[in-house]
Each structure stands twice: as structure tokens, then as C-alpha cells.
């Protein structure tokens, strides 16, 4: 919760920006039911700062990679907790010239 209320601190900072959020898994169970458990992972991301820090809905985009983009080794324990994630991603439009 603590990283969170950080993020909410540079979300609410910029008010322009729409903040993707990317779940991941392990690669553990089968890849729909990983691609609904990043969903998930993301949907309770988003409840929390919007809940807690009042940051708009409509700023959000959700994203579930499931197992697809492990940062470790899903051989071992300490890779798995690694993969079971949720990436921020504050985008910013900018304009073409």
C-alpha cells in the first residue's frame, strides 16, 4: 500500500495523464485462468487508488499480460512472487509535429 499511495502522489501531479495498469502472473494454472488473475491484480490496483486517493476512474486503462512477460525464473519460488506484479504506466499524449 505504500508504493501505491507513492504513485498516487505522481498520478495526482499530473492530471492530464491516463495510467495504464498491467497485471502479470506466474506461470502456475492455465493461461485463461492467468490472463483473469492479472485482470484481477489490475482491477483491485485501480480500486484502491481510487478509492483511497479519489483519482478518477476514467484515468485508468486495464491490461492483464497474464504469464506472457515473466520478469524471472517461474522455476523457482522467489521468480514467481517476482512475476505475480502489477506495472504502472502513466502515459502522456504528445503532440505530432
Known amino acids: ?4 499511495d507513492d504513485i498516487a502522489v505522481k498520478i495526482q ?5 491516463t495510467v495504464q495498469l498491467v497485471g502479470h502472473t506466474d506461470s502456475s494454472g492455465s493461461e485463461e485462468t492467468n490472463v483473469k488473475v492479472g485482470m484481477k491484480r489490475a482491477e483491485n490496483v485501480k480500486k484502491y487508488l481510487v478509492e483511497r486517493h ?10 492483464s499480460k ?15 512472487v517476482m512475476n505475480r506484479r502489477v506495472e504502472v504506466i502513466m502515459m502522456v499524449e504528445m503532440p505530432v509535429e
Open 13 to 17: 501531479e499530473y492530471p492530464g495523464v
Open 1 to 4: 500500500k505504500a508504493i501505491l
Open 54 to 63: 479519489n483519482i478518477e476512474e476514467a484515468r485508468f486503462e486495464l491490461v
Open 66 to 80: 497474464g504469464e506472457t512477460e515473466p520478469m524471472a525464473d517461474n522455476k523457482t519460488a522467489e521468480g514467481r
